[in-house]
């Protein structure tokens, strides 16, 4: 069908990968830092700067789609004429907490807010940003005209911005004013944060097209980067991936958007048609490196010693809170050593209850998506931590499930490129509608699959014997967490 593109503008580079748009083979690969400073705002021309030293050196050349993934819960506040207003606000903004306070407030709490839009507020999200802006800069607030996140404004940008204004499903669900259950705008939701209407990008189907460049390059609707890297893993129902960064995500894939009055469940859309709800963790890879600067090792040196212990460290349960958490609610509480007798007062057991511990507390993330009813038959498992010979010989177990870890790959990069394949296989017809696929009610095209590229190499570790014992050391880890938190831990369902 020819060669697309996928390039994934994150908080760190921008990664591009040129792909066979049939098979998915990568053919060639770009690359560019952004700049060093990782402060809360950021000029987007240099998302653009970045994005042409990636593309350097005719990496396009012969292209005919792009795809563009990128950070999630960005702001790029325009004016009238599409200029900026001010630098856009990116994803690490905490300034906003106050003011997220606020809008839980002003809609009537967070069943309201959960309702609405299938999230409450958050300080990352755009619709606080937009609160926040109203309240610390109002001159430059009352100037916006429009708003849109990161890869609604690269795209617009390499279309030679248009007229018409496009982003996708999963970026529309980040943003805190469009209802991934309805699948429409909450207009209401953005006067009450900003005090004022704005214009708001058209949502576009995952196989739409936002238009094509003056050199004739198609441009599909474009994507966040966490469903960029989920298209690109290839998961579907039944899979659920947990990221180990310092804190920690789960996700799923569902059939529908869920309402989590508690907040536990942000319910965003895919990038396929189907709705991806998350729930978060504060600590993950924090736990472990805290661990090893304990015990006087790395993350590898933890690792090992973990080995040399046995499931359930000998009794000890290690409580992972070190910075609070938010699953379950417990903000100003503090991690935990349990169950310390003098034949478990070693390094190596220590060990084994870091790794423990924080696996348990994914564990417990999972299980409030499974409590909803979303389907969990394997786990994707991210992050370098992933690849800890103690994590991978732990974690099946105790999520109960096969624990698939992929090889290090591009995926976000490659989700955008399988999207732009999609884009273009739909306008050129060389995709076809899938089996028994109707015209939607609200006439449009009949659903047509998207293309099949390969799986990601992976490793599979398996259960197996170990799944009782895991069984046996989560029910350890629960009796101690519900004795020392009672009742917390039942508010997430």
Not at 94 to 119: E, H, N
Not at 220 to 233: D, K, R, Y
Not at 297 to 306: F, I, M, P, V, Y
């Amino acid at each position: 069908m020819g060669i697309v593109a996928g390039l994934d503008s994150s908080s760190e580079s921008t990664r591009i990968v040129v792909c066979d748009a049939d098979t998915g083979a990568v053919i060639r690969q770009g690359y560019a830092p952004h700049p060093a400073d990782k402060g809360p705002e950021i000029d987007p021309q240099a998302w653009l700067m970045s994005l042409g030293e990636a593309a350097g050196n005719g990496l396009l050349e012969g292209v005919q789609a792009i795809g563009v993934s990128a950070q999630q819960h960005g702001l790029v506040p325009l004016d009238a004429d599409g200029n900026l207003v001010r630098p856009a606000l990116v994803g690490n903004d905490k300034r906003g907490q106050s003011a997220a306070a606020d809008l839980i407030d002003s809609l009537g709490g967070r069943t309201a807010w959960a309702q609405s839009v299938g999230a409450v507020p958050q300080a990352a999200h755009p619709v606080t940003k937009l609160r926040w802006l109203a309240r610390t800069e109002p001159a430059n607030a009352a100037r916006i005209v429009e708003v849109m996140q990161p890869h609604d404004w690269l795209a617009w940008q390499l279309l030679g911005r248009p007229a018409r204004r496009t982003t996708d499903r999963s970026g529309a669900s980040a943003t805190g004013f469009w209802s991934a259950a309805t699948e429409s705008y909450r207009p209401d939701l953005i006067e009450l944060a900003l005090g004022h209407q704005v214009r708001l990008p058209e949502v576009l189907g995952p196989s739409g097209t936002a238009g094509f460049t003056p050199e004739g390059l198609l441009i599909s609707a474009g994507t966040g980067e966490t469903m960029a890297a989920a298209f690109g893993l290839g998961v579907g129902v039944g899979d659920a991936v947990v990221s180990l960064g310092a804190s920690g995500s789960v996700f799923g894939i569902h059939h529908e958007a869920l309402a989590d009055p508690s907040g536990t469940i942000i319910s965003f859309a895919d990038a396929t048609g189907r709705h991806l709800p998350v729930v978060h963790t504060t600590n993950a890879v924090r736990v472990l490196r805290g661990a090893a600067e304990m015990l006087g090792t790395d993350l590898e040196g933890l690792s090992a010693l973990a080995l040399e212990s046995s499931p359930g460290s000998y009794g000890m349960v290690l409580l992972p809170y070190l910075e609070g958490e938010r699953t379950p609610h417990l903000p100003h509480t503090a991690g935990s050593l349990h169950g310390m007798r003098r034949e478990s007062m070693k390094p190596e057991h220590l060990a084994r209850a870091a790794v423990e511990g924080m696996l348990c507390g994914l564990a417990d993330a999972l299980d409030v998506l499974r409590g909803r009813g979303v389907e969990v038959r394997r786990v994707f498992l991210l992050g370098a931590a992933a690849e800890l010979g103690a994590v991978q010989a732990a974690a099946p177990a105790l999520f109960g499930v096969p624990v698939v870890v992929p090889q290090p790959a591009e995926y976000a990069a490659l989700g955008a490129a399988r999207q732009a394949a999609w884009a273009l296989g739909v306008a050129h017809g060389t995709l076809t509608p899938a089996a028994g696929a109707g015209v939607p009610p609200e006439g449009g095209s009949p659903w047509v699959d998207p293309p099949e590229w390969p799986a990601a190499a992976s490793q599979v570790f398996e259960p197996g014997e170990d799944l009782a014992v895991g069984r046996a050391v989560r029910q350890q880890y629960m009796a101690v967490r519900d004795e020392i938190h009672p009742g917390a831990f039942q508010r997430e369902g």
